[in-house]
DNA sequence: CGATTTACATATTTTGTATTTTGTAATATG
DNA sequence: CATATTACAAAATACAAAATATGTAAATCG
């Protein structure tokens, strides 16, 4: 079993999906993240105080879209993660498979790297989750990686080398790099890097204890 | 020797030095970096048109200004490298030293910030510039490494594993993750990123020979 | 005559106001 | 009585006019 996210909110339920559904759809053809309660609620055709019984307020529908947005990326590079059978291999997918499909819903339209930085610069609840949820599960790669002997780590360097790997890997992870980098093979950039890590991972383990040191 | 940066226009002399210095001076107050070129003028007791002689217009000012404080870091980064005698040592003192004093920089003031994203958008003369000369800075360190029995990889493996470091220290050099980790040790995360690459380039040289792969 | 300033047309920013949108509470509907 | 709508105050946005800044060319200074 793989680590579970802790959805610490009920998932949304029939009228509040078609308005999600609806506000999506509008991102799509907004030139800008601007998205308007009273547009959403006309294209549905009920008024737009009604929208407010299923989302607080505005941000809170656009933390919704963003929510699902990266629950989905969750779900479908988990779905697909059972054609590697190494680990190593299950850690590239995971994490170049969200790569790849946040880059493709960045390109769909101007508005979406607007609503993904909104909510990346307010700490969304929904990022922290993704976050915790994307550590928890290459955390739980490693270890069984680890247990397999595929990975020669320890199960100390767990923690050091998924720092490492995070902070490497940004620029495969964060939406405004990859807004930035829409004109480069980014997802054949990540493949490289996530190879090398896993590689180091079997061959390497040595690598992953840091030592530190002083510089100007 | 190491590989020169080629400046492709001459250095700013007298009277335009005392524009950017007032130029500078002010940004450091500024809650943003929208400099007037009127002010910075008036600040100098000259007419503004006067400014018009030594800068083009005004982005070729704050141009100037970021042109400057990257010179200035590859200077001060370049200048303390001696100190280090092993090629390991002195790839990560380059790297790490101008991800200290862009983190500097950017804390300064919050107007700092506008002007290096400005800039990087873009895709200043001054920022391309940088971009080669540290890449540059890196081949060489890697050549010289290999040279001298350091680095352990083929000279072949140079190209791919400055990609690598480029990519996997993106986190340390661009401007806005900068400024969106100030509260963090980013110095020190930085260390052991360059530490594992460094130490990989001297022990584990087959980590750098690339494989590809096709993911969804 | 070279260096600088004034004068000026164009562009940008700011200000104040009208309009729209948001969010809530009171009201209606089935 | 649960669900939705209308009505309304507060906040945000759009817009037009005024003020200011930019960039250039003609005028002035030493």
Redesign the pocket.
């Known amino acids: 079993m793989t680590s579970q996210s802790i959805s610490t909110r009920p998932p949304r339920t029939g ?1 509040a999906i078609r308005i999600l559904d609806e506000a999506e759809r509008q991102i799509l053809t907004l030139p800008t993240g ?6 959403v609620a006309a294209a549905l ?6 929208v ?2 299923f989302f ?4 809170d529908l656009l933390d919704g879209l963003v929510d699902r947005w990266l629950k989905d990326g969750e779900a479908r590079a988990l779905a697909a993660i059972e054609m590697h059978s190494a680990f190593g291999d299950q850690l590239k997918h995971v994490l170049l498979s969200l790569h790849v499909q946040t880059r493709a819903k960045i390109a769909s339209a101007p508005g979406v790297i607007d609503i993904y930085l909104r909510a990346l610069n307010k700490r969304t609840e929904a990022v922290e989750r993704h976050r915790t949820f994307l550590i928890g599960i290459c955390a739980d790669i490693l270890a069984r990686g680890i247990n397999d002997g595929e990975f020669a780590i320890k199960t100390g360097q767990i923690a050091p080398a998924l720092i490492l790997i995070e902070s490497a890997t940004r620029k495969f992870t964060h939406p405004l790099l990859i807004s930035e980098s829409l004109s480069e093979d980014t997802p054949a950039e990540a493949e490289r890097v996530l190879s090398f890590f896993v590689e180091a991972l079997r061959s390497a383990p040595q690598l992953f204890s840091a030592s530190e040191r002083q510089v100007t």
Do not use: G, I
């Not at 601007?34 to 547009?39: A, G, H, I, S």
């Not at 607080?56 to 941000?59: E, G, H, Q, Y």
């Open positions: 009228e601007k998205l308007r309660v009273v547009d055709e009920m008024s737009h105080a009604n407010y019984r607080k307020n505005r941000d």
